[in-house]
C-alpha cells in the first residue's frame, strides 16, 4: 500500500509539472518594431518627418531601381556623402532610407510602416547594427538576430529585389576596444546570412583601417562617422558588387 501511495505520488507531482503555464519569455527589443524619438530637443519631429517625406519620395518616384537602408552614416549620403552619393547613386532612381540614430527595431518599423511599399527595386543596400552596440552594447548575437528579421521583411516585401548586406563598420580606433569586438561579432554571424542568392555579404572594413588595424580620424573624425573621404573609399569599394547586382 505504502508503495502505492508513493507511485501515486511521483504520477501526481509529474502530472503537476505538466499543469504549470509556461512562461513565455519577453522578447529583446532589439527584435520588436518601434518608432524612435528624435533625441532632439529643438527638433522634436525629425523623425517622423524623415519617415513621412521618404513615404512621399518614394511614392513621386516614376520608379526605384536601388534602395540604402541603414542609420547615420546611410544618412549622411545627404551630408557629408553627398558627393559621393552624385557620383555613384544620382543616376541609378536610388532612395535612400538611412535615419540617423537607428537600430534594428526602428529599421523593423519602417519597413512595416511602408517604406517600401509598392515599389520594385533591383538591389537593396544596408548596414545596420552599430547603433545597438553604442547605445545598449547588446550582444552580437540580438544584433544578429535583428539583422535576420530585416532580411526576412525585406525578402517578403521585395521578393525579387536582390540584397546586398554590409559588414557593420569598425568604430572606435582600437583593435581592442570593447564596442569594435561587438560588432566585428555581429559580421562574424550575419556572414552566415549570405546564401550566394537574394543575399550577399561584403565585408569592407578593412578599407577604412591601417596596417595594424586603427581607424584614422582622417577617414572618420569621431571614429564612427565617414567623411567625405570615407564616403568615396565605401562607395568604390562596393561597387562591382553593386554593378553585378544590379545587372549593369
Given amino acids: 500500500m505504502r508503495s ?3 507511485l501515486s505520488y511521483c ?11 509556461a512562461v513565455a519569455e519577453e522578447p529583446h527589443e532589439a527584435h520588436v518594431a518601434a ?12 523623425w517622423d518627418k524623415r519617415h513621412a517625406d ?17 542609420d547615420s552614416i546611410t544618412h549622411g549620403f ?10 555613384y547613386y544620382a543616376d541609378r532612381n536610388t532612395l535612400n532610407l538611412g535615419f540617423s540614430g ?5 529599421v523593423l518599423w519602417r519597413l512595416e510602416h511602408g517604406e517600401v511599399d509598392g515599389i520594385h527595386p ?4 544596408m548596414m545596420i547594427g552599430t547603433n545597438n552596440t553604442g547605445h545598449r552594447q547588446d550582444a552580437p548575437e540580438i544584433t544578429a538576430k535583428g539583422i535576420r528579421m530585416i532580411l526576412d521583411q525585406l525578402r517578403t516585401r521585395l521578393p525579387e529585389a536582390k540584397i546586398l548586406l554590409l559588414g557593420v563598420f569598425p568604430r572606435s580606433a582600437s583593435v581592442d576596444d570593447s564596442k569594435r569586438k561587438i560588432n566585428d561579432g555581429i559580421n562574424d554571424i550575419i556572414a552566415t546570412y549570405d546564401d550566394g542568392e537574394m543575399i550577399h555579404f561584403l565585408n569592407i572594413n578593412d578599407k577604412f583601417l591601417e596596417e595594424d588595424g586603427t581607424l584614422s580620424k582622417e577617414i572618420m573624425p569621431d ?12 562607395a568604390e569599394a562596393i561597387e562591382p558588387k553593386v554593378k553585378e547586382l544590379m545587372g549593369e
Fill in 4 to 6: 502505492f501511495s508513493l
Fill in 11 to 21: 504520477v501526481a507531482l509529474v502530472a503537476m509539472t505538466f499543469m504549470v503555464p
Fill in 35 to 46: 518608432p524612435r524619438s528624435s533625441g532632439d530637443p529643438a527638433n522634436p519631429n525629425w
Fill in 54 to 70: 521618404k513615404l512621399k519620395a518614394k511614392d513621386a518616384a516614376d520608379k526605384v531601381d536601388l534602395v540604402l537602408i541603414g
Fill in 78 to 87: 545627404e551630408g557629408a556623402g553627398k558627393e559621393t552619393f552624385k557620383k
Fill in 102 to 106: 537607428d537600430r534594428t527595431e526602428h
Fill in 122 to 125: 533591383k538591389l537593396v543596400v
Fill in 223 to 234: 571614429l564612427l562617422h565617414p567623411k567625405q573621404k570615407g564616403y568615396g573609399i565605401w
